[in-house]
């Protein structure tokens, strides 16, 4: 069995920047266990899965571990193989998803996925992980979605900030989102991404459904609806995001780096 496979460079105009995603379009599904297997020898963050679904495509997203809820990069690599090499001839794509429908429109070399904002909730008690990675004088604010968010002081701590993987990991949420005002009038936010241990993933290069998160905080800190945004990792990325009735729409473009078969 042969399975078509591309490395999609995402929310970066790079041929190296941004987050790399595995792409696999299917014509129906795999074993579960083969899936996860083919991701964790791709090694990406996620490599994402999809097959013809009515008018749109089911999709799904593993991590070398696990397989993963919500996750708008291999999203937005999905969209830009369909778009590029398989002639989808609309400039809208439907994604079915476990969680929710993503659409990504597609504008030029823009593509603009839409997904559910994530409701925020407050911390009672800051996890001790958290508070010995950052220094609890770092601290602004400490909040959950799906991941746990944590404001500090100033973007020049994100983007010294060496982590302790083994320590940062400990947490019983997906995984947590590292979040400051940016510096540059023109960036309006920044952050870093790191996973739990279960999760798999130490530090994502750019992700995408943290912002799901990071919007309707940044919104309510700010009182704005429009937003760039900057990831900070070593690969980093640029997101151009907006909140409209609980749906955040997260703008990027993306490169093809690898296109190539998968022998089974």
């Given amino acids: 069995?042969?399975?078509p496979f591309y490395q999609i460079n995402t929310f970066t105009s790079a041929i190296n920047g941004g987050n790399p995603a595995g792409v696999c379009p299917l014509t129906e599904w795999l074993p579960d266990d083969l899936l996860l297997s083919i991701a964790k020898e791709n090694n990406?963050?996620?490599?994402?899965f999809f097959v013809p679904h009515d008018n749109g495509y089911k999709l799904r997203w593993f991590s070398p571990t696990t397989e993963i809820e919500r996750c708008a990069h291999a999203t937005l690599a999905s969209a830009f193989v369909l778009h590029t090499k398989m002639n989808h001839g609309s400039s809208t794509i439907q994604f079915h998803t476990v969680k929710e429908d993503i659409t990504v429109d597609i504008s030029g070399d823009a593509y603009k996925l839409n997904m559910r904002a994530m409701k925020i909730e407050s911390v009672n008690e800051i996890p001790g992980a958290l508070i010995e990675s950052f220094g609890e004088d770092q601290i602004i604010d400490v909040c959950k979605s799906d991941d746990y968010l944590v404001q500090v002081k100033s973007e020049s701590f994100i983007q010294t900030f060496t982590p302790d993987y083994?320590?940062?990991?400990?947490i019983d949420l997906r995984g947590t989102i590292l979040t400051a005002m940016g510096?540059?009038?023109e960036i309006d936010f920044v952050s870093r991404w790191f996973g739990s241990?279960?999760?798999?993933?130490?530090?994502d290069p750019v992700t995408g459904?943290?912002?799901c998160t990071l919007v309707p905080y940044w919104k309510k800190k700010l009182g704005k609806d429009k937003f760039i945004a900057r990831q900070l990792?070593?690969?980093g990325g640029t997101l151009n995001c907006e909140?409209?009735?609980g749906i955040v729409s997260i703008s990027g473009t993306a490169r093809l780096y690898l296109e190539g078969t998968i022998q089974l």
């Fill in 44 to 48: 990406y963050s996620e490599t994402a």
């Fill in 243 to 245: 909140i409209d009735n």
């Fill in 1 to 3: 069995m042969q399975i």
């Fill in 197 to 203: 241990r279960d999760i798999g993933i130490k530090e």
């Fill in 209 to 211: 459904s943290a912002h």
């Fill in 166 to 170: 083994e320590l940062i990991s400990d």
């Fill in 183 to 185: 510096r540059n009038p």
């Fill in 233 to 235: 990792s070593p690969r």
